[in-house]
């Protein structure tokens, strides 16, 4: 009878969910399409698109597409289609329904909220930009400094967002369902600064810089801030059925380091919360298997949360259920646990300090729990096994003074296999420990800790007191784990772009660069002085797609790849090795051995080192290795012989050793170098370009990084025959403006005529008889301008005619 009873029950509480997810649905789409356009607010909706995450934000305290107050499905900048979020882009797999900021504060007597939606109801929009021309949200980007939006950019796609919380009769400003009150506001304003990058290791999270910042005469006490992350995770081919509404939540609070060697890791300080679909819908075409998560990139060890909820909306209260603690029992007045509905219910779980268990675990928590409130059973046995769940990530308490201001950065994270078996929801709920087994947390955790390295880099003095943050000795190297406090935002840089100058010769252009800033450029991100090489460029325009690869100049260097006894099998050890250090550390014979190299020691015949015998070592060339000037590379050093300076910038060179180290504009000879490009078309314009590229990261993934194309490019235009291009006296054959001519020049016209064939500079010049008239062809040049010439010099000695 028993068992016929709970059968019954628990048929009847899946019917009233399906009926519940289907309602949620209806009330989802209403929300999403409904129009709420305002007539003066400066409601801008758009996403990040540059990695490999396609996130929604707004300025109105939303991320993601559908709880907007405008409710626009258009790209404010582009009108393009917008994705909520989409991981990877273009894939049709959305990770994200709604992310909401809250925040809460005691003024006086009185307990306040501000929401950016409801989350639930089709309200509580109450954060709001300003009419347009002064609340328009502002896009920048580092990519291309001839932008206009280059200049102040952080990351390769800025958006900043300004809005408040102050208006009460804006759009979706509702009454407080359960006090029956008007919206009083907190008297807010929020800048939100958020950054996204294109790196390989920067491209599955975007950062948010939150700056809160006081606009009343009052203090806000006990102040906390959150975010409401409502995923529905479903492939849109789902069309956001069924397949939304499967969602499990849950909370790490710290994690061993994936990015660490395995026998160095330490937990590394999360608190983040994260959603995925409960089983990836692995089984079908249409899969959602990676995870996404919500982690501050602040200090959260100093009393200032975190506190994490979850819960399970349902308009039926019996069904609307979230994890309660004994200690913090509260009834909402909604007959539910789950949903928080009015300010003092928003409060108190923005507040609560209480860290839920895991989705998964809900069946586990028994009637005698002395923690948690019991759950009920057959509900439970449904929610551990995923639905349409949310969650709340909030920090605090903070005090916020009148024109005082609190700056907040977190980070919206993706992570890639997650679900890696198909039937892992078998083991829920009655062996979530199992389930857990099969989930892969690794790329989560590892893009939540690049996250913090970019906000804020490791290893890096930002405000030069001293400090570079904190770091472990691993294998008797230092690894820097966290930054100095001070952001820095920035992701893995490409060295500086080289300083160019551009002469014009005739047919020919001849560029010249100094590579002293490119050449010691420190990336901060992976910190190490990483310069590989440079690539020479030549346009018929300055667009950054015209530019085509003329000349490469890459230092011959290695990777390196050792045998671990550990993992039984060969690591790729970071950076590379020039094949100086190689040889010096290597070879027998010492750093000069030039019979000793790399190569010689493949895979199938590595280096076992003498020294010691445990090291087994095997080397793999890297990049082009175009490093001999002039033959591997048609680059040239301009200054062969000249020695590295010991000094770091040419102010610092003595005087009297000024001749030895330096050009005579100032600049080090040893980093000057030019090449010569000819056969180009006389009087077309061109623009010239020299980068400068890295050798990127093996520990980060990260690719090679090129400063930008059009950064430093110059015009020039290649000289053409005739008056244009008669620059100096008729007879100067060779083309050295402003000389005489001399006997060099008739050396040059047997050439041209009878031995290389080769064009002098400039024709008009050279037509020494000005029988080509003002723009003379090379059938003109004869043996009567030899004749001419040799008047001038040794028997007439009369002038030669002007250029014309």
């Known amino acids: 009878m028993k068992t016929t009873y709970k059968l019954a029950a628990l048929i009847t509480l899946v019917s009233a969910l399906i009926l519940s997810a289907q309602a949620r649905n209806s009330i989802d789409e209403t929300r999403a399409t409904t129009s709420r356009t305002a007539a003066n607010n400066a409601y801008c909706n758009t996403f990040h698109s540059i990695g490999k995450i396609a996130l929604g934000v707004s300025n109105d305290g939303t991320i993601g597409t559908n709880l907007a107050v405008s409710g626009s499905s258009s790209d404010c900048f582009t009108n393009a289609q917008l994705p909520s979020c989409e991981f990877p882009k273009e894939s049709g797999s959305n990770y994200l329904f709604g992310g909401v900021l809250w925040v809460g504060a005691i003024v006086g007597q009185d307990t306040l909220v501000s929401t950016g939606a409801d989350g639930w109801s089709t309200s509580g929009n109450e954060f709001h930009p300003e009419e347009f021309g002064i609340g328009d949200m502002i896009h920048r980007s580092n990519i291309d400094p001839s932008k206009p939006w280059f200049e102040g950019a952080i990351?390769?796609?800025?958006?900043?967002?300004?809005?408040?919380?102050?208006?009460?009769?804006?759009?979706?400003?509702?009454?407080?369902?359960?006090?029956?009150?008007?919206?009083?506001?907190?008297?807010?304003?929020?800048?939100?600064?958020?950054?996204?990058?294109?790196?390989?290791?920067?491209?599955?999270?975007?950062?948010?810089d939150y700056v809160f910042e006081s606009m009343v005469s009052w203090t806000l006490n006990d102040m906390y801030i959150g975010f409401y992350i409502d995923a529905d995770i479903h492939n849109i081919a789902d069309g956001g059925g069924q397949g939304a509404q499967d969602d499990i939540s849950g909370f790490i609070q710290e994690w061993d380091s994936p990015l660490l060697p395995e026998n160095c890791r330490q937990p590394h300080v999360l608190g983040m919360g994260w959603s995925a679909d409960n089983d990836g819908d692995?089984?079908?075409?249409?899969?959602?298997?990676?995870?996404?998560?919500?982690?501050?990139?602040?200090?959260?060890?100093?009393?200032?949360?975190?506190?994490?909820?979850?819960?399970?909306?349902?308009?039926?209260?019996?069904?609307?259920?979230?994890?309660?603690?004994?200690?913090?029992?509260?009834?909402?007045?909604?007959?539910?646990?789950?949903t928080p509905e009015g300010d003092r219910n928003k409060y108190h779980q923005l507040s609560n300090g209480s860290i839920d268990y895991d989705q998964a675990y809900v069946g586990t928590i028994g009637a005698l729990d002395p923690v948690w409130l019991p759950p009920p059973v057959d509900g439970a046995q449904i929610w551990a096994a995923g639905l349409d769940t949310r969650y709340l990530l909030s920090f605090g308490p903070f005090t916020l003074a009148p024109g005082e201001s609190l700056n907040l950065p977190f980070a919206y994270v993706a992570g890639e296999d997650f679900h890696t078996v198909s039937d892992n929801t078998q083991n829920l709920p009655n062996n979530p420990d199992a389930y857990y087994d099969n989930l892969g947390f690794s790329d989560l955790i590892s893009n939540a800790i690049l996250a913090e390295w970019v906000y804020d880099n490791p290893g890096i003095d930002t405000d030069s007191d001293g400090h570079k943050g904190e770091f472990v000795l691993c294998n008797g190297d230092t690894i820097w784990t966290k930054g100095d406090g001070i952001p820095d935002r920035q992701a893995g840089l490409a060295p500086a772009a080289p300083t160019v100058e551009a002469e014009a010769l005739s047919a020919a252009i001849k560029v010249t660069w100094n590579g002293h800033g490119s050449e010691t450029s420190f990336d901060p991100f992976s910190r190490e002085f990483d310069f590989e090489g440079y690539k020479v460029y030549l346009a018929t325009d300055p667009r950054h797609s015209s530019f085509s690869e003329i000349a490469v100049y890459d230092i011959e260097d290695f990777s390196a790849f050792r045998y671990s006894t550990e993992i039984g099998d060969w690591e790729q050890l970071?950076?590379?090795?020039?094949?100086?250090?190689?040889?010096?550390?290597?070879?027998?014979?010492?750093?000069?051995?030039?019979?000793?190299?790399?190569?010689?020691?493949?895979?199938?015949?590595?280096?076992?080192?003498?020294?010691?015998?445990?090291?087994?070592i095997y080397w793999e060339q890297y990049g082009p290795n175009t490093a001999e000037f002039g033959l591997e590379t048609p680059v040239l050093k301009s200054?062969?012989?000249?020695?590295?300076?010991?000094?770091?910038?040419?102010?610092?060179?003595?005087?009297?050793?000024?001749?030895?180290?330096?050009?005579?504009?100032?600049?080090?000879?040893?980093?000057?170098?030019?090449?010569?490009?000819?056969?180009?078309?006389?009087?077309?314009?061109?623009?010239?370009?020299?980068?400068?590229?890295?050798?990127?990261?093996?520990?980060?993934?990260?690719?090679?990084?090129?400063?930008?194309?059009?950064?430093?490019?110059?015009?020039?235009?290649?000289?053409?025959?005739?008056s244009q291009c008669c620059v100096g006296q008729r007879g100067n054959v060779n083309g050295l403006?402003?000389?005489?001519?001399?006997?060099?020049?008739?050396?040059?016209?047997?050439d041209l005529l009878f031995m290389t064939g080769t064009l002098p500079p400039c024709l008009g010049e050279a037509d020494v008889n000005q029988s080509g008239g003002y723009d003379p062809v090379p059938a003109d040049i004869s043996v009567g301008d030899i004749g001419a010439l040799v008047d001038h010099l040794f028997i007439t000695g009369e002038p030669l005619p002007d250029c014309l």
């Open 155 to 208: 990351s390769q796609e800025d958006y900043i967002a300004v809005y408040y919380d102050t208006c009460t009769t804006c759009f979706g400003v509702t009454n407080d369902p359960i006090d029956r009150r008007g919206h009083w506001p907190l008297g807010l304003k929020v800048t939100q600064s958020s950054y996204a990058w294109s790196h390989s290791y920067a491209e599955d999270f975007v950062i948010f």
């Open 574 to 616: 970071n950076g590379v090795y020039p094949i100086r250090d190689l040889r010096c550390l290597y070879s027998p014979w010492g750093c000069d051995d030039v019979r000793w190299h790399p190569l010689q020691f493949p895979r199938s015949d590595p280096f076992v080192w003498p020294a010691d015998v445990d090291t087994v």
């Open 639 to 722: 200054f062969p012989e000249a020695a590295k300076p010991p000094y770091s910038s040419p102010a610092e060179v003595p005087v009297d050793s000024a001749a030895l180290y330096l050009t005579e504009d100032g600049l080090f000879k040893y980093y000057q170098y030019e090449l010569t490009m000819e056969n180009l078309i006389r009087g077309e314009e061109y623009w010239v370009s020299v980068t400068a590229y890295d050798f990127g990261s093996q520990i980060l993934n990260a690719q090679p990084l090129e400063s930008a194309r059009a950064a430093n490019a110059v015009n020039v235009t290649p000289l053409v025959a005739g």
């Open 737 to 750: 403006g402003g000389e005489k001519p001399t006997v060099a020049d008739i050396s040059a016209l047997v």
């Open 282 to 338: 692995m089984d079908e075409s249409i899969s959602v298997k990676s995870v996404t998560g919500l982690r501050p990139l602040f200090d959260i060890t100093s009393g200032v949360g975190p506190s994490f909820n979850w819960w399970i909306s349902n308009g039926n209260a019996s069904l609307d259920f979230g994890p309660m603690k004994w200690e913090t029992l509260r009834d909402f007045g909604t007959g539910g646990t789950g």
